[in-house]
C-alpha cells in the first residue's frame, strides 16, 4: 500500500519554477529519501503535499485522501520537520510542545519527557535561549511527541552535531520498527544511504530518478586506484564503462560500470605497485546522475 502517492505535481511561482511534473510513490513501512542539491525543489514539494502552499497543477494523495480537500483530517497523523524552525521566543520548551500537543487531542507529556531525554533537550528553558541545534531539537521533538504514521522530514540534521545526528538517526529507526514510514530529504548523500531504502532523485524542479540505494550503489560500479610502477599512459583504459578517469604522475583512478573482467583484463597489463577496488559513494553516483541528465 501507498501511504504517499504523487502524479505529475506542478507549483509555478508566477512564471518562476517551483516544480514540474513531479511523480513518485511512497510504500507504508518505507524510509524514502528526497535527494537533490539546495534550490532543487524538495522544501516545494514537501510544502505542497503538506497544503501549506497550493499545486498548480496535478494530484497527490497521503493515506489515499486528497491532499488539498483532506488537509485538515491528513495533518493530525503527519509529523512534520521544516527544514528551518521558527518560534514564539518568550514560551518555555515545555509550554510550547504542550501546545502542540494539543491538536492532537491525546495526552503526549510521557512522550515528551523520553524524546527531550534522548535528545537531551532542556524543557525548562526559553525558546529565545536556544542554541540553533536546540532549536531542531524541540522541532524534531514536535514533529514526533504524538507517534505520526508518517514522518515527514525537510533537511532534518542541519544544526545537530554529529553525536546527535547519530542519535536522531536512531530514533527514527525505531520509530520506522513501530510502523512509521518516512520521508526524508537531503541534499546529504551519506545519510540518505544510511537510512533510505529508496530514493527519488530531484535536480531543478523535475524528477531525475526513483531507484532502490541498493541499486543505485551496486548498479556495478567500482571506483578504481592505481598506482602502477611505470607512466601510465590514459588511452591504456579508455574502455567502454569508464568514467571520471584521472591521472596524477603515477596514479590513475576512474568509475567503471560492466563486466569487471574486462577491465582487470586491463589493469594486468600494468606493472601494478598497488590496487583499489571499491564501491563509490552515492556523492560520486548521484553527479553521474546528473551528468547522464544533461
Same mark, same amino acid.
Given at each position: 500500500?501507498?501511504?504517499?502517492?504523487?502524479?505529475?505535481?506542478?507549483?509555478?511561482?508566477?512564471?518562476?519554477?517551483?516544480?514540474? /511534473?513531479?511523480?513518485?510513490?511512497?510504500? #507504508?513501512?518505507?524510509?524514502?529519501?528526497?535527494? &537533490? @542539491?539546495? &534550490? %532543487?525543489?524538495?522544501?516545494?514539494?514537501?510544502?505542497?503535499?503538506?497544503?501549506?502552499?497550493? !499545486?498548480?497543477?496535478?494530484?497527490?494523495?497521503?493515506?489515499?485522501?486528497?491532499?488539498?480537500?483532506?488537509? !485538515?483530517?491528513?495533518?493530525?497523523?503527519?509529523?512534520?520537520? @521544516?527544514? #528551518?524552525?521558527?518560534?514564539? /521566543?518568550?514560551?518555555?520548551?515545555? /509550554?510550547? $510542545?504542550?501546545?502542540?500537543?494539543?491538536?492532537?487531542?491525546?495526552?503526549?507529556?510521557?512522550?515528551?519527557?523520553?524524546?527531550?531525554?534522548? $535528545?537531551?533537550?532542556? $524543557?525548562?528553558?526559553?525558546?529565545? /535561549?536556544?542554541?540553533?541545534?536546540?532549536?531542531?531539537?524541540? &522541532?524534531?521533538?514536535?514533529?514526533?511527541?504524538?507517534?505520526?504514521?508518517?514522518?515527514?522530514?525537510?533537511?532534518?540534521?542541519?544544526?545537530?552535531? @554529529?553525536?546527535?545526528?547519530?542519535?536522531?538517526?536512531?530514533?527514527? =529507526?525505531?520509530?520506522?520498527?513501530?510502523?512509521?514510514?518516512?520521508?526524508?530529504?537531503?541534499? +546529504?548523500?551519506?545519510?540518505?544511504?544510511?537510512?533510505?531504502?529508496?530514493? %527519488?532523485? +530531484?535536480?531543478?524542479?523535475?524528477?531525475?530518478?526513483?531507484?532502490?540505494?541498493?541499486?543505485?550503489? =551496486?548498479?556495478?560500479?567500482?571506483?578504481?586506484?592505481?598506482?602502477?610502477?611505470?607512466?601510465?599512459? !590514459?588511452?591504456?583504459?579508455?574502455?567502454?564503462?569508464?568514467?571520471?578517469?584521472?591521472?596524477?604522475?603515477?596514479?590513475?583512478?576512474?568509475?567503471?560500470?560492466?563486466?569487471?573482467?574486462?577491465?582487470?583484463?586491463?589493469?594486468?597489463?600494468? #606493472?601494478? %605497485?598497488?590496487?583499489?577496488?571499491?564501491? !563509490?559513494?552515492? =556523492? #560520486?553516483?548521484?553527479?553521474?546522475?546528473?551528468?547522464?541528465? =544533461?
Amino acid at each position: 500500500m501507498n501511504v504517499i502517492e504523487i502524479n505529475n505535481l506542478t507549483k509555478m511561482y508566477g512564471k518562476s519554477r517551483g516544480i514540474t /511534473d513531479i511523480s513518485f510513490n511512497v510504500e #507504508e513501512g518505507e524510509i524514502f529519501g528526497f535527494i &537533490g @542539491p539546495n &534550490g %532543487a525543489g524538495k522544501s516545494t514539494t514537501i510544502r505542497t503535499l503538506l497544503s501549506l502552499i497550493y !499545486p498548480t497543477s496535478g494530484i497527490a494523495k497521503i493515506f489515499g485522501k486528497d491532499i488539498v480537500k483532506d488537509a !485538515p483530517e491528513i495533518k493530525k497523523q503527519i509529523g512534520y520537520l @521544516p527544514s #528551518e524552525v521558527f518560534y514564539y /521566543d518568550n514560551m518555555k520548551v515545555m /509550554d510550547l $510542545l504542550k501546545y502542540s500537543a494539543s491538536f492532537y487531542k491525546k495526552d503526549c507529556s510521557k512522550r515528551i519527557k523520553e524524546l527531550a531525554e534522548i $535528545l537531551d533537550l532542556d $524543557l525548562t528553558k526559553k525558546i529565545d /535561549d536556544l542554541s540553533l541545534g536546540n532549536k531542531k531539537k524541540v &522541532g524534531i521533538v514536535q514533529g514526533l511527541l504524538h507517534e505520526p504514521k508518517l514522518i515527514i522530514l525537510d533537511e532534518p540534521t542541519s544544526g545537530l552535531d @554529529p553525536l546527535m545526528q547519530q542519535k536522531f538517526f536512531h530514533l527514527l =529507526e525505531e520509530e520506522n520498527k513501530k510502523g512509521a514510514t518516512i520521508l526524508f530529504s537531503s541534499h +546529504i548523500l551519506s545519510e540518505v544511504q544510511r537510512l533510505c531504502n529508496r530514493v %527519488a532523485i +530531484i535536480k531543478e524542479g523535475k524528477l531525475v530518478t526513483v531507484e532502490k540505494i541498493s541499486t543505485l550503489q =551496486e548498479n556495478n560500479y567500482k571506483k578504481i586506484k592505481i598506482d602502477s610502477r611505470t607512466v601510465l599512459a !590514459p588511452e591504456h583504459f579508455q574502455v567502454d564503462g569508464v568514467t571520471k578517469l584521472e591521472i596524477k604522475g603515477n596514479t590513475i583512478s576512474f568509475l567503471f560500470k560492466g563486466n569487471i573482467n574486462n577491465i582487470l583484463r586491463k589493469i594486468t597489463e600494468v #606493472e601494478i %605497485a598497488n590496487l583499489w577496488i571499491e564501491e !563509490p559513494d552515492l =556523492e #560520486e553516483i548521484f553527479m553521474h546522475y546528473y551528468e547522464k541528465e =544533461e
